[in-house]
């Protein structure tokens, strides 16, 4: 017995102060380009929005006490989280913008593109009250917020282009949302470009909304994805794949169309009513909007980003846009889950290749 005890205490000892007994803490490191209203630390729109107000990614992770999920909201969007990816501050960003994205890769922050966050986003053109503006050839001359170095920026200056204007025949004003939204109720803007935030606004009537993308070119939209750094995704592949996982759970129930109704509640969690919301995804499906796929008409629309971005001297450097995609994680996530036909694909040009089954027998309402 004695000879076994000297033998037997050293092993626990062993084992005790082994990494099997303590894993090393992790935080994973999120951020998103935007918060609610006065500040609200909710998201919107998106399936980032989804993810991090439902926390999926924290119940993936709740029953790995050495691993932490933590969100940071930005206010400054999309260029502040590029600061914070420069800066080594985050792992992964989650409704990050088409444009800001383009920019980053440009300036050599090194990511992977794992996924979308929203397809087909539209955008508004809001004009105060009593503005004779009627239609985007009416802009010329008047002053307009537009919030530069988000994806709205590029978005609207193709609209402008297909009315056969350019910023220069508009005096722009570089507002966030909430700089926007203040600026037209104070009447020190004539109108500005934006999003679902605009549409509390015109439902107490204080603005008018003579133009919107959602019945336009699909190419007059935006788009956002998720991030994550080479470093993280190299030394935590199986993290990752856990992350995208989650992260695949939170579009499916967002683009259910029987979630509809629920899914304004939870981005009401911003500030911005469920109303505006409605309004927002009305006349299209779910599953279009809330797309994690990174098809071919995605690709198209991040090339033209990439250029026109360049052409305007937004870019150190051409993008190229292939090798920047990293798919095993969506597809293998996509396929564990028996979603693989869940949402549409479409075309270069926005012709779908097939139909989503998540709408299948439903219609958008």
């Known amino acids: 017995m004695s000879v076994f005890l000297l033998i037997m205490v050293p092993a626990v000892v062993f084992c005790s102060g082994s990494g099997l007994a303590k894993a090393e803490p992790i935080v994973i490191r999120i951020g998103y380009p935007g918060l609610g209203v006065d500040n609200r630390p909710f998201a919107y729109g998106g399936i980032a929005a989804i993810a991090h107000a ?98 709205l920026q590029l978005a609207a200056d193709r609209v402008l282009a297909a009315h056969g204007l350019t910023e220069k025949n508009i005096k722009f004003i570089n507002l966030d949302f909430a700089g926007s939204v203040a600026a037209l109720l104070s009447g020190n803007i004539d109108g500005a470009f934006g999003g679902v935030e605009v549409l509390e606004l015109k439902r107490r009537g204080i603005i008018d909304i003579p133009y919107d993308t959602k019945d336009d070119k699909p190419e007059f939209s935006r788009a956002a994805g998720l991030y994550v750094t080479e470093e993280f995704e190299a030394k935590h592949p199986e993290l990752v794949q856990r992350v995208v996982n989650a992260y695949v759970r939170a579009a499916r129930w967002g683009a259910d169309e029987a979630n509809r109704e629920a899914l304004n509640d939870v981005y009401a969690k911003s500030g911005i009513p469920a109303q505006s919301f409605r309004e927002y995804f009305s006349g299209q499906k779910l599953a279009d909007r809330l797309n994690p796929l990174i098809d071919d008409f995605v690709i198209e629309r991040y090339r033209d980003q990439a250029r026109r971005a360049l052409d305007y001297g937004l870019l150190r450097r051409p993008v190229e846009i292939e090798s920047w995609i990293d798919r095993r994680y969506l597809e293998r996530a996509l396929a564990e889950q028996h979603l693989e036909t869940y949402w549409p694909r479409s075309k270069a040009d926005g012709t779908k290749l097939t139909e989503a089954a998540a709408s299948a027998g439903s219609k958008a309402q």
Request: glycine share 10%; net charge neutral.
């Open 54 to 151: 439902e926390r999926y990614i924290e119940k993936e992770f709740e029953n790995d006490q050495h691993i932490k999920v933590e969100w940071t909201l930005f206010r400054g969007a999309g260029p502040a989280v590029n600061e914070a990816f420069a800066s080594g501050q985050l792992d992964f960003s989650a409704g990050l913008g088409d444009l800001p994205a383009i920019v980053h890769r440009s300036n050599g922050i090194k990511t992977k593109w794992l996924a979308q966050s929203d397809v087909h986003t539209p955008i508004f053109l809001a004009v105060r009250k009593g503005v004779e503006v009627n239609r985007i050839e009416d802009l010329v001359g008047r002053k307009i917020a537009q919030f530069r170095g988000t994806n």
